[in-house]
């Protein structure tokens, strides 16, 4: 008979073995415990652990397989890099659903590093937006950006709004931007890092510095996006590059 327990019992199995994926405990592909084991291990009867793995399946994060038994799902996102870098856009190709979670917002005196990448004059403020991405309900990155408060008055009352930085910026008569430099560090977390990521601080991330400019080349922001090493991969695309390179050559 399963052991009665408080309301919402499957969803404490839930959270504990997403927790378990999640932080690389059970790593991509790999077998979880029979059904029996789960109930030992969480005192509860068959229904609450098929719940729970049931939510688990909706998540993307396990395969059941019939016959087999069930296993964690190699969900390790391909993020692809390139000239127009788009966040949303990448995830939707993938098939992924993306979300942005605002964390903090304040307005900063420039230091000397963003000064540098934004060519401001040190000490000029800047709106530092502070913001988590997931994919799904997965949380994917941890990221710091920047923008000059002179050029983008109310940028961070728009951001708060939930419009893309993508749409904001049109809005301030900025319809496309591209990717100046991308510097790509990996590197342990943080504790707050390995916390907004939920992962282990043994963990390795990989760290995004990047310089957005207008078409004219001038800065527009800079950020640094911490993502967990485990559950995304990067590619670099040179495919407009390659498209370039190829319509010079018929015109010739």
């Not at 609450?48 to 799902?73: C, K, M, N, P, Y």
């Not at 942005?100 to 540098?116: K, N, S, Y």
């Not at 060519?119 to 309900?137: C, M, N």
């Not at 282990?200 to 922001?221: E, F, H, N, Y």
């Amino acid at each position: 008979m399963e052991k009665k327990l408080l309301h919402g019992q499957w969803q404490q199995v839930e959270s504990d073995i997403a927790e378990d994926i999640l932080t690389g405990r059970l790593s991509p592909k790999a077998q979880l415990p029979t059904e029996a084991d789960l109930m030992e291990r969480f005192g509860v009867g068959r229904h609450t652990i098929r719940r729970a793995i049931s939510r688990l399946e909706s998540r993307g994060l396990v395969l059941v397989e019939q016959g087999r038994g069930t296993f964690v799902r190699d969900s390790r996102l391909d993020y692809r890099l390139s000239e127009r870098t788009r966040f949303s856009q990448n995830l939707l190709d993938q098939g992924r659903e993306p979300l942005g979670q605002a964390i903090h917002e304040e307005v900063v005196p420039a230091t000397e590093l963003i000064a540098e990448a934004l060519r401001l004059p040190q000490g000029e403020p800047v709106y530092h937006i502070v913001r988590r991405g997931f994919a799904d309900e997965e949380p994917i990155n941890f990221s710091h950006a920047y923008f000059p408060v002179r050029r983008f008055p109310g940028f961070d009352e728009a951001r708060r709004s939930g419009r893309s930085v993508t749409l904001i910026l049109a809005e301030y008569g900025i319809p496309d931007y591209i990717r100046l430099r991308t510097d790509i560090i990996a590197r342990l977390p943080t504790n707050e890092e390995a916390k907004q990521l939920c992962q282990s601080a043994s963990q390795p991330v990989v760290a995004l510095r990047k310089v957005d400019v207008d078409l004219k080349g001038t800065p527009i922001s800079y950020s640094e996006s911490i993502w967990p090493g485990e559950r995304v991969q990067f590619s670099i695309d040179n495919t407009s590059q390659l498209l370039d390179v190829l319509a010079r050559a018929d015109a010739g």
